[in-house]
């Protein structure tokens, strides 16, 4: 499976790295160059951006420390929901507030961002969704 991973600081890098030990094929961005550097010393492809990061991803995996961030990023100026592709897998394991996942499912019914957001244990979720046993949150663009 081709994975996008963003966020490798102490949680994000070595669970990227052992999506990569087991056959899949992981393209990791992080704004820290140390964080970069380590995951591509392991054999992970390193993104430019985060927009570089999701292009032909099947999946793609968030890290990040706070709700801002996660905000920032899918929301932001950069708009990387509108940049990642339908029927992609989303799934955010970073420590935030419900709150931010509904802004992230509300921003789906604007027109410059036409998919489909489902929260796990929020919204009915589609069987093949599973909550992330860290209490992350799974999404299918459609």
Same mark, same amino acid.
């Given at each position: 499976?081709? #994975? ?9 890098? !070595?669970?990227? #790295? ?15 160059? @140390? ?16 927009? @570089? ?7 793609? #995996?968030?890290?990040? !420390? ?29 420590? #935030? ?13 604007? !027109? ?19 909550? !992330? ?10």
């Amino acid at each position: 499976m081709q #994975i996008a991973f963003i966020g490798l600081g102490n949680m994000g890098g !070595p669970m990227a #790295i052992n999506l990569h030990k087991a056959g899949h094929s992981v393209k990791a961005f992080d704004l820290s160059q @140390d964080a970069l550097a380590k995951v591509k010393a392991e054999g992970l492809q390193v993104a430019a951006s985060a927009q @570089d990061a999701v292009q032909g991803a099947e999946a793609v #995996i968030t890290m990040l !420390p706070a709700s801002q961030h996660v905000e920032g990023l899918f929301l932001g100026n950069g708009n990387l929901l509108a940049s990642i592709a339908k029927g992609t897998l989303v799934i955010d394991s970073s420590t #935030i507030a419900a709150a931010t996942s509904q802004k992230c499912a509300v921003s789906q019914a604007q !027109p410059q961002c036409p998919r489909h957001w489902r929260t796990a244990g929020r919204i009915p979720v589609a069987a093949e969704q599973r909550r !992330p046993a860290d209490g992350g949150h799974a999404a299918r663009h459609r």
